[in-house]
């Protein structure tokens, strides 16, 4: 007996954590670096961007806060509001006809013919040509002189004048469209083929079972079926539209006369003329308009769920 006290005072028990907290205090250890990375990567600069709207700050000094005259500024002019309709203008028009020829060609794929692999990988190629390439191409298409386009259209007889399509304002629009649903259908494509692949044959054979046609199969099974994928897809390919740069700065830098004016290419006017602060403030002025679509987006896919 007296051993034992002997042992017990010569080797204390330790003192340790309860066993929950333990875990949770790993579990906290291990998402850390992760926790660190967002945080330097994404909220620093974020944040950063935000405040320097609110200053006019030029590259190579620090700048003072000038509240929202950046803003005030912006909202003044015409290339501002230009802008704005051209960026609302090539999403919903885009990613309108990305959608209709991505499900089309989706449907398409969908029924097995011969070489269904090969046109498969075909309609990937836009999508796997680098976006410089892709563009550069597209407005070499366009050119007046020598481009396929008019080639093509002068040649047949089908328009016999050469048309500008990248230097005039009733044609710039549209042409970035065109060159911009040409690169980015097959994203769609893609992600709506799977959706339609995911849906269970079973309810098409109770459908016809029912008597449904081909268009009520496609209204009551497939669309359904597929509604959350559309909903993220346009969600992503909202933003990156609203986003992009290149279709519009390889294509017309913004012109012709700001026909083509967009938020990225205004904000890269602002770096150009070195007031950083000025273009921060073209980049917030975004952010509200995101945060709706993606919210929206959320919403829809949270009732689709319940």
């Known amino acids: 007996m007296t051993l034992a ?39 620093y600069p974020f944040l950063f961007a935000i405040w320097v709207s609110f200053t006019d700050q030029v590259i190579g000094s620090v700048g003072q806060f000038v509240g929202f005259k950046n803003f005030e500024y912006l909202a003044g002019t015409a290339t501002f509001w230009s802008a704005i309709w051209n960026t609302v203008t090539i999403v919903l028009v885009s990613d309108g006809l990305k959608l209709i020829i991505g499900l089309g060609l989706a449907l398409l794929v969908h029924q097995k013919f011969p070489g269904r692999g090969i046109f498969r990988s075909f309609l990937m190629l836009p999508w796997a040509m680098p976006a410089f ?17 008019n080639l093509i259209l002068t040649q047949t007889g089908i328009y016999p004048q050469v048309v500008d399509w990248l230097g005039q ?12 649903v040409w690169r980015g259908f097959p994203f769609w494509f893609v992600s709506l083929l799977a ?18 046609n081909v268009w009520q199969r496609f209204w ?36 012709p006369s700001d026909a083509t004016m967009v938020f990225p290419v205004l904000a890269f006017f602002g770096m150009q003329t070195q007031r950083i602060g000025e273009a921060a403030a073209v980049s917030v002025y975004m952010l509200p308009v995101l945060a709706i679509l993606v919210l929206f987006a959320t919403s829809l896919m949270m009732r689709k769920e319940d």
């Open 169 to 180: 304002r009733s044609t710039a629009m549209g042409s970035v469209i065109v060159a911009s």
């Open 220 to 255: 009551s099974v497939t669309v359904p079926g597929i509604l959350p994928v559309i909903i993220v897809t346009t969600l992503l390919s909202s933003i990156w539209t609203a986003n992009g740069f290149e279709h519009v700065w390889l294509l017309t830098a913004g012109g």
């Open 133 to 149: 390439v892709a563009f550069l191409t597209w407005r070499v298409l366009y050119q007046p002189i020598g481009g396929g386009i």
């Open 5 to 43: 006290i002997d042992q017990e005072r010569q080797n204390p028990k330790r003192w340790r954590l309860p066993g929950g907290f333990r875990i949770k205090l790993f579990a906290y250890a291990l998402v850390a670096p992760v926790i660190i990375l967002i945080l330097a990567l994404v909220a």
């Open 195 to 212: 959706a339609l692949q995911s849906v269970p044959k079973e309810l098409y054979e109770a459908a016809i079972v029912d008597g449904a």
